[in-house]
C-alpha cells in the first residue's frame, strides 16, 4: 500500500501532527478521493478544543468536515462516480469518520455529488456543511414559499449566507440580520441588510412586516438569537434553528401559534442513517450554483496543511471575511 500526508490530531487543544500514513483502503460502497481542498469549520475548531461532545469524534483523529477533490478508484457497488470525477461533499472529521485535512479519503459514495463546473475546488469545498445546514432547514423542514417573508440573523455568516442564497431561489422575500459592514454584500444577494447595531427586532418587525412578523425566521446565531427569532416571528410562523442548544423562554412563540424546528446537520455521519439525502442535498447545490444562484463567499487568505493551525487560530479569534479553506493538492 502507498502513503499520504495527513494531518493528525493526538490530544484536544493541542496542534496537529504532520504525518505520513498508509492510503486508506475503499471498502464497499465507498470511492477513494484525492483531495483537493478542504472546507474550515467553526465546528473543526470546538472539534480540535475538544468541546464538541456532540460531534463524537475520538483521538487520534483527521479532521476536516467538507472536501473537494477527484475520485481515484471507486469501490464495489458503486454506480453513480467513476475514476476523474470532480466531487464534493460533507464527509467525515465527525463520528471517528477520517476527515479531509490529508491527501485522500476513502468516502462514502452517498455523500458525494458531481461538482459545480465552473466553480473552482476552494469553492466547492467551502460549500457543504454550510449549504446542507441552510437547506434542511429551509427546506426540509420548513417547505419555504414563493412570496414568504425570510428573516436571516446572522445573514452576511456562512450558513447565513447560504439560507440567503436558497431563500431566494425559491421565490421568498429575504432579510438579512447582521453587522454594517456585510451590508453592500447581502444587498449583492438581493437581500435586504439590517443592522443589528442600530435597529432593535421592534424596529425591523415594524419597519418591514407593518408589525406582522417574518413568516419564517432562520436562526444561525444561537443563545440571544434564537430568542431574537421568537420575536420576529409572525402568528403561525416558523422559526429554524441550527443552534438551538440553550435554555429560551417559549412563551414568544407559544402566544403566536409559531413552530420551531431545528437542524443537527450532523445525524447522518453520526448514525449513517439519511446519507443519500445528504448526496442529494448537494446534488441541489450543483443546480443552483449551474444557474447561477448560488456562490460560496470566500476569505482571500490560502492556507496548506503546513498552515491549518493559522486558520484554526482566526476563526477562533473571529477574524475571518467569508469560509477559510485548505488546499491540499
Not at 61 to 82: K, S
Request: glycine share 14%.
Amino acid at each position: 500500500m502507498g502513503t499520504m500526508k495527513a494531518l493528525v490530531l493526538e490530544n484536544h487543544g493541542t496542534e496537529f501532527r504532520l504525518a505520513q500514513i498508509a492510503l486508506p483502503a475503499v471498502a464497499e460502497g465507498q470511492v477513494l478521493v484525492r483531495v483537493k481542498a478542504s472546507g474550515v469549520n467553526p465546528l473543526d475548531t470546538k472539534i480540535r478544543a475538544g468541546v464538541a461532545a456532540h460531534a463524537r469524534h475520538p483521538l487520534p483523529a483527521i479532521l476536516g468536515i467538507d472536501l473537494a477533490g477527484v475520485v481515484e478508484e471507486v469501490g464495489a457497488g458503486v454506480t453513480g462516480f467513476r475514476r476523474g470525477d470532480e466531487v464534493y461533499g460533507m464527509t467525515g472529521g465527525v463520528a471517528g469518520v477520517k476527515g479531509s485535512l490529508a491527501e485522500f479519503a476513502a468516502v462514502d459514495a452517498r455523500l458525494l455529488a458531481i461538482k459545480p463546473s465552473h466553480l473552482s475546488m476552494r469553492e466547492a469545498a467551502a460549500l457543504p456543511l454550510i449549504f446542507i445546514t441552510a437547506w434542511e432547514g429551509l427546506v426540509d423542514r420548513v417547505g419555504i414559499r414563493a412570496g414568504q417573508k425570510l428573516l436571516v440573523l446572522g445573514g452576511g455568516g456562512g450558513v447565513g449566507h447560504a439560507a440567503v442564497q436558497i431563500g431566494k431561489s425559491l421565490g421568498a422575500d429575504v432579510y438579512a440580520v447582521d453587522g454594517a459592514r456585510k451590508a453592500d454584500y447581502l444587498r449583492s444577494l438581493n437581500a435586504t441588510p439590517i443592522d443589528y447595531v442600530t435597529e432593535s427586532v421592534e424596529e425591523y418587525v415594524a419597519k418591514y412586516t407593518q408589525g406582522q412578523g417574518f413568516d419564517v425566521v432562520y436562526d444561525t446565531i444561537g443563545g440571544a438569537g434564537l430568542d431574537t427569532a421568537f420575536k420576529a416571528v409572525a402568528r403561525f410562523g416558523h422559526v429554524v434553528s441550527c443552534l438551538g442548544w440553550g435554555t429560551h423562554a417559549l412563551a414568544p412563540l407559544s402566544f403566536k401559534a409559531a413552530t420551531y424546528s431545528g437542524v443537527f446537520t450532523l445525524l447522518p455521519l453520526l448514525t449513517g442513517e439519511g446519507r443519500e439525502h445528504h448526496g442529494d442535498i448537494m446534488r441541489e447545490a450543483t443546480r443552483l450554483a449551474e444557474k447561477g444562484q448560488l456562490m460560496p463567499r470566500l476569505d482571500s487568505r490560502s492556507f496548506t496543511l503546513e498552515s491549518v493551525m493559522a486558520a484554526h487560530e482566526l476563526i477562533e479569534a473571529g477574524k475571518v471575511d467569508g469560509k477559510l479553506v485548505v488546499d491540499i493538492a
